[in-house]
């Protein structure tokens, strides 16, 4: 059974950080790439970082770059997936998914980021 949870969601004024974690479980997560993904009031979910499965290489949508991190740590049959994020801007509130990249159809309930003064 697949299950995706994310934690770690919360308020922060802008110029603040907070960390998040997933952990992936149900499927054979260490054959694919993973990732996070957030969804703003009104707008499309986005992907925001992944992790490469083959080398453990990082990619940022321009936006994130250089305030975040993201990284991963492989166990026996689930994934711990991370998102360190600084230097927080009120355009990062949104509720944050872990998945894989491409996405699969599940998704988890999300973690809600709210940056704000």
């Known amino acids: 059974q697949v299950q995706l949870v994310e934690s770690g969601g919360g308020l922060v004024q802008p110029g603040g950080s907070l960390r998040l974690s997933c952990v992936a479980s149900g499927f054979t997560i260490d054959r694919y790439h993973i990732g996070w993904y957030r969804q703003a009031p009104g707008k499309e979910r986005e992907g925001v970082a992944c992790?490469?499965?083959?080398?453990?290489?990082?990619?940022?949508t321009d936006s994130v770059k250089s305030r975040f991190i993201v990284s991963r740590d492989n166990a026996k049959n689930m994934v711990s997936l991370s998102l360190q994020m600084n230097s927080l801007k009120p355009e990062d509130t949104a509720v944050y998914y872990c998945?894989?990249?491409?996405?699969?159809?599940?998704w988890g309930k999300g973690t809600l980021v709210t940056v704000s003064s």
């Open positions: 992790v490469s499965v083959s080398d453990g290489s990082t990619h940022y």
């Open positions: 998945n894989t990249s491409p996405p699969m159809n599940y």
